[in-house]
Structures are given as C-alpha cells and as structure tokens.
C-alpha cells in the first residue's frame, strides 16, 4: 500500500494546470476522492494528497466498483483531450464481479457507453495478481498491463510519466 500511495502522489504532483483527475480506491466497495472529475490546483492537489495519505489497505477486491466509478465520469470529456486510467492493484477480483470474462464485459460496456476514447494501463503488483485479467483489460482498452514485483510500482511510474516517455499528456482526464 504505501508503494502504491507514493505513485499516486507522484502522479497528483506532477500533473498540470488544465488537466482534470480523480482517485478511486477500492476493497469491498470503491470509493472516490470526488464524485466529478476536479480540475487541476494547488488546492484540489493538496486535497487529493491528504486523500491518499488516509487510505489504508484492508478487505476484499472490488475492481467492478472502481471502474463503475470511474469509467462513468469521462462521459463529459472528449476526445481532444487524452483520457486515462491508471490501474494499480495487488489482489484478485474478490467482490463485485468476479468471473474474469463477465468483469471484461463490465468494464468494456462502461467505456463504449460514454462513447470517448479512453487509454487504460495496467499495473499488477507481486505474484497474486490475475494476469489474464489485467492483460486483457489493457489490450481490449487501448492500453498496456504490466506486472511488477512488490517494490517496483513507484519508480515504474515515475519512469511512465517522465516527460521522455509522456505521449503528450497535455490536458488530460486521469483516474488513479
């Protein structure tokens, strides 16, 4: 947990003014930091910060509920904007939707209902992921998945959004 709350901080403080966020986290049911996308100041990224440094780890796994929260809110955005979700996670689906075929499903019909173009990439942590999962998330939603050992998220993600490797992430809509 503290791994992933480091990268999620490192992606608040290094957004940019114009784009737009939100933090979804998620054990036996998801939560998030707004119920909208927030745009981009100093005091929304203070505010998310002291969100992130809250969160604990404790419960199940409930990957349906967070993208059931998520997926919705880029309804408004479009697509001259770059729409992103970037999923952390270290378990298995364990609550909510738990077969991985109906799980896929889920997630596909969110995205194709609020009709934008929406990038997800993937991050498994440690050896209790679901690969097939997470894989096919990535691949059947214009992203990526890759997985990582147990201490390697903060540094991946650093090396992710490093302006070398940034595809042009000016005005962007991200969900962490």
Same mark, same amino acid.
């Given at each position: 947990?503290?791994? #992933?709350?480091d $990268? ?8 940019? &003014? +114009?784009? !737009?966020?939100?933090i979804?986290?998620f054990?036996?049911y $998801? ?8 745009? @981009?100041?100093?005091n929304? !990224? ?6 992130i440094? $809250?969160?604990? $780890?404790? +419960?199940l796994?409930?990957?349906?509920? #967070?993208?059931?929260? #998520? ?17 952390f *996670?270290? +378990? ?10 109906q ?7 969110l995205?194709?209902?609020? &009709? *934008?173009?929406?990038?997800l @990439? ?12 997470? %894989?096919l998330?990535? #691949?059947?939603?214009?992203g990526? %998945? ?5 201490? &390697?998220?903060y ?10 490797? &940034?595809?042009?992430? *000016? ?6």
């Amino acid at each position: 947990m503290i791994q #992933a709350k480091d $990268a999620a901080k490192f992606i608040v403080n290094n957004l940019n &003014e +114009g784009d !737009k966020f939100n933090i979804v986290d998620f054990m036996d049911y $998801a939560y998030a930091f707004r119920p909208y996308h927030v745009n @981009y100041y100093l005091n929304s !990224k203070d505010s998310a910060i002291s969100y992130i440094n $809250a969160l604990q $780890a404790n +419960g199940l796994t409930n990957i349906s509920g #967070a993208f059931s929260l #998520a997926v919705p809110q880029f309804s408004s955005a479009n697509d001259s904007t770059a729409n992103i979700i970037i999923f952390f *996670t270290d +378990g298995q689906p364990t609550a909510g939707i738990t077969n991985t075929t109906q799980l896929l499903l889920h997630i596909r019909n969110l995205i194709i209902s609020t &009709e *934008t173009n929406i990038f997800l @990439y993937c991050f498994g942590i440690g050896s209790d992921v679901n690969v097939q999962l997470l %894989t096919l998330m990535g #691949a059947q939603n214009n992203g990526l %998945t890759e997985f990582l050992g147990n201490d &390697e998220l903060y540094s991946r993600i650093t090396d992710f959004l490093s302006p070398d490797q &940034e595809p042009c992430f *000016t005005h962007t809509n991200y969900y962490i």
